[in-house]
């Protein structure tokens, strides 16, 4: 099999022909395939036929954006809609209506890459200092377990993707919603709660550290509980159900699968960590020992004859 070289005296009369041919008709040959081509794109191949032009350095730009984060293919649209409206926005995109969207999993993954990419960065400790009365191995067990759990809770978000999706096709069955849908419905929201967290970075690197940043952690999640119900729950909106319905059907679907990626987190953390964790138990034990010894023990009252 001959292959087709690349080089300039090969290329170019192909491209002069082509441009050529191109000015003469509104109907151009398809570059890629040769089916002709009356409109933009292909119907073939679904190569663009009109803008199939000579790479140069300035396209080198629009193809590394293209190529990575795909801007032009709807990011912030989506990004906009879901935030505002995403039970129509999720339910126009199974409906078909998907040229103005970003793909779902496309965005799970670069939103959660990016938010583990910030946090590593950043450096952010999502516990409290050390109490002076903590024994060193309890406090290395929390500090671990923590870690742990907040570096690895965007990406068990989008483990746990099937098994939101699982409970969303048992909890919202009254929408006709099949289990691929509701991979894609769980992948659009788990995609949504992790760029609220990305948002949220700011805030968590300034009070890292702190006494404060259990609350300002905790704090985060009554939003995110909120457009979490909202969203799943607006997806049976056709269906006529009542509101407090719909609305505790989404929060059930969310909160399932929340308390599923913990159970999952925690088990993993105390697997990996256990010898750990069985020294911290023991210290803590040796420590009250300790104090119940010190404390001074109760005086028998005297008896009255």
């Not at 590593?120 to 290395?140: C, S, T």
């Not at 987190?265 to 420590?287: D, E, G, R």
Request: one cysteine or more.
């Amino acid at each position: 099999m001959q292959t087709a070289s690349l080089s300039s005296d090969v290329f170019a009369p192909e491209l002069a022909s082509h441009l050529s041919h191109t000015s003469r008709h509104a109907a151009v040959a398809c570059l890629n395939c040769g089916h002709p081509v009356p409109d933009r794109f292909c119907g073939k191949c679904g190569q663009d036929a009109h803008h199939t032009h000579r790479l140069t350095l300035t396209d080198m730009p629009h193809d590394i954006l293209h190529s990575i984060w795909h801007v032009d293919k709807g990011i912030l649209y989506t990004l906009k809609t879901m935030v505002l409206r995403p039970g129509p926005t999720i339910r126009a995109y199974l409906a078909g209506q998907r040229v103005d969207h970003f793909r779902p999993l496309s965005l799970l993954f670069m939103i959660t890459g990016l938010y583990a990419l910030l946090w590593a960065v950043l450096h952010i400790q999502a516990f409290p200092p050390k109490d002076p009365n903590m024994p060193e191995a309890v406090w290395q067990m929390q500090m671990t377990s923590t870690k742990f759990f907040m570096k690895y809770l965007s990406w068990c978000y989008v483990a746990m993707v099937p098994v939101w999706a699982l409970f969303a096709r048992w909890l919202l069955r009254r929408g006709g919603y099949n289990y691929a849908e509701c991979l894609i419905i769980a992948a659009f929201i788990t995609a949504m709660c992790n760029f609220f967290s990305l948002l949220y970075l700011p805030v968590m690197y300034k009070y890292s550290g702190t006494p404060q940043i259990g609350t300002v952690s905790m704090l985060f999640m009554v939003p995110v509980f909120a457009y979490t119900t909202w969203a799943y729950g607006s997806l049976l909106a056709h269906t006529g159900m009542r509101l407090f319905g719909r609305l505790w059907r989404g929060l059930l679907t969310y909160l399932l699968g929340y308390l599923t990626c913990v159970l999952v987190i925690v088990v993993t953390t105390y697997a990996l960590n256990w010898s750990t964790f069985k020294q911290a138990m023991k210290q803590q034990y040796q420590q009250e020992l300790q104090k119940k010894s010190r404390s001074p023990k109760p005086t028998a009252a005297p008896q009255v004859r």
